[in-house]
């Protein structure tokens, strides 16, 4: 599978970004779901929102709760990650990484780093005036 993140770059606290992520089309009946993860300068990778195979499912860490929201267009094999209201924490480099899921149209969104299996490199976000 393979991973295509963009849409990083330099804004201002209070702007925003909008992070694509293109990804292999399945060749089976199985779907992806995609999740975005972050790591900021000296820090862990954490987990930042992720979205289930059907789109059904989406989950958010508190600190993207309200500011951020994924989505995704399956006929561009492409989630977005629609970054509002960014602040100087957000700064990080942002990775998003696949999983197949299959199954129930209602199965949750991985969360956490180890449910995924495919990772892209990474896009950085830099927020500062």
């Known amino acids: ?26 060749t089976t009946s199985a779907g992806y779901a995609v999740g975005w993860f972050r790591r900021a300068p000296g820090k862990e990778r954490e987990f930042v929102s992720s979205i289930n195979w059907k789109g059904y499912s989406t989950r958010y860490a508190d600190s993207a709760k309200g500011r951020f929201t994924i989505s995704r267009d399956d006929a561009k094999n492409t989630v977005y990650l629609q970054m509002n209201s960014l602040e100087p924490e957000d700064t990080a480099d942002y990775y998003c990484a696949v999983v197949r ?28 005036s």
Not at 2 to 22: I, K, M, N, T, Y
Not at 112 to 118: M, Q, S, V
């Open 1 to 26: 599978v393979q991973l295509q993140a963009s849409g990083g770059g330099l804004v201002q606290p209070g702007g925003s970004l909008r992070l694509s992520c293109l990804h292999s089309k399945s």
């Open 101 to 128: 899921q299959s199954g129930s149209w209602r199965v949750i969104a991985p969360t956490t780093e180890a449910e995924y299996r495919y990772w892209g490199q990474g896009t950085l976000v830099t927020v500062s």
